[in-house]
T-cell receptor
Framework: GQQLNQSPQSMFIQEGEDVSMNCTSSSIFNTWLWYKQDPGEGPVLLIALYKAGELTSNGRLTAQFGITRKDSFLNISASIPSDVGIYFCAGRNAGGTSYGKLTFGQGTILTVHP | GAVVSQHPSRVICKSGTSVKIECRSLDFQATTMFWYRQFPKKSLMLMATSNEGSKATYEQGVEKDKFLINHASLTLSTLTVTSAHPEDSSFYIC????????????FGPGTRLTVL
């Protein structure tokens, strides 16, 4: 089946630093999504990307849909303590019997030191 | 908008009992809901796709008789863990698919199941 490789697995940074994480896939996706999960909570959608090459921002977050449709990255600028959590990428194919199903990356655990 | 709730948030039960977890889309109708299982510091593993008015579609390796899914209305799906055992202890998360426009999954807050 499809697999997403997300890296890095974890990051320890100082407040104010920028963060970058990425996902690569063995196959093509039509949609790339980035979620954040706080401890004991469900994932919350941060950014959705629908077109190859698309670059989208949400506040201090910026994500891009790779041209090859097999990768995506998420950048967080000027990190703050509340950015702590697990970040997941997810890919989706359109249509067919798997409509709506997501494939998740392994997650990036982000720790921000004040 | 697009709020999904889960009940209960935490449940502790004895081995051999059955536990029901509810997933509700509060402000939209969802013909499709998904059930995931998550181990500590691990990714979400899709268990099954729940379709309103029809049988759920289970992922490979997930026992359908062990994890019963019912999607009786456009706003409610339930997951019943039957004859629970300690290895069923996990964080269970549902999502509801908001189609027509947004076309994305919105996740519930999760249910922590502990089987003694």
């Amino acid at each position: 089946g499809q697999q997403l490789n997300q890296s890095p697995q974890s990051m320890f940074i100082q407040e104010g630093e920028d963060v970058s994480m990425n996902c690569t896939s063995s196959s093509i996706f039509n949609t790339w999504l980035w979620y954040k999960q706080d401890p004991g909570e469900g994932p919350v959608l941060l950014i959705a990307l629908y077109k190859a090459g698309e670059l989208t921002s949400n506040g201090r977050l910026t994500a891009q849909f790779g041209i090859t449709r097999k990768d995506s990255f998420l950048n967080i600028s000027a990190s703050i303590p509340s950015d702590v959590g697990i970040y997941f990428c997810a890919g989706r194919n359109a249509g067919g019997t798997s409509y709506g199903k997501l494939t998740f990356g392994q997650g990036t655990i982000l720790t921000v030191h004040p | 908008g697009a709020v999904v709730s889960q009940h209960p948030s935490r449940v502790i039960c004895k081995s051999g009992t059955s536990v029901k977890i509810e997933c509700r889309s509060l402000d939209f109708q969802a013909t499709t809901m998904f059930w995931y299982r998550q181990f500590p510091k691990k990714s979400l593993m899709l268990m099954a796709t729940s379709n309103e008015g029809s049988k759920a579609t289970y992922e490979q390796g997930v026992e359908k008789d062990k994890f019963l899914i019912n999607h009786a209305s456009l706003t409610l799906s339930t997951l019943t863990v039957t004859s629970a055992h300690p290895e069923d202890s996990s964080f269970y998360i549902c999502s509801a698919f908001l189609a027509g426009g947004i076309n994305e999954q919105f996740f519930g807050p999760g249910t922590r199941l502990t089987v003694l």
